[in-house]
């Protein structure tokens, strides 16, 4: 079983930064591909960022692309999602997760494992 721990979430004013963590334990598979998704209070979960395994295929959300940056270090175990330039409709819980596959997607269902969130809440 592989167990994802989202961190890093928490109130940021407008215009300011957060850097979510996400680590993987438990039966890791030696080579997976990493995303984030995030949903907000009565909307459907949406795509945010994908990563491949030796970081090669980033994919981006059109409404986050050019302020957020996702990133891993495979020794760690860990992906990170840096989130520069905050808005209020940013605000939602953040879920990483795990695809067995090495190629990066930003399909949802293609993921195997996920993480219980971390509540991300940008104040105007």
């Known amino acids: 079983q592989v167990q994802l721990v989202e961190s890093g979430g928490g109130l940021v004013q407008a215009g300011g930064s957060l850097r979510l963590s996400c680590a993987a334990s438990?039966?890791?598979?030696?080579?997976?591909?990493m995303g984030w998704f995030r949903q907000a209070p009565g909307k459907e979960r949406e795509f945010v960022a994908a990563i491949s395994w030796v970081g090669g295929m980033i994919y981006y959300a059109d409404s986050v692309k050019g302020r957020f940056t996702i990133s891993r270090d495979n020794a760690k175990n860990t992906v990170y999602l840096q989130m520069n330039s905050l808005k209020p409709e940013d605000t939602a819980v953040y879920y990483c997760?795990?695809?067995?596959?090495?190629?990066?997607?930003?399909?949802?269902?293609?993921?195997?494992?996920w993480g219980q969130g971390t509540q991300v809440t940008v104040s105007s």
């Open positions: 438990g039966r890791t598979f030696s080579r997976y591909a």
């Open positions: 997760a795990l695809d067995r596959n090495i190629i990066a997607t930003t399909e949802m269902d293609k993921y195997d494992y």
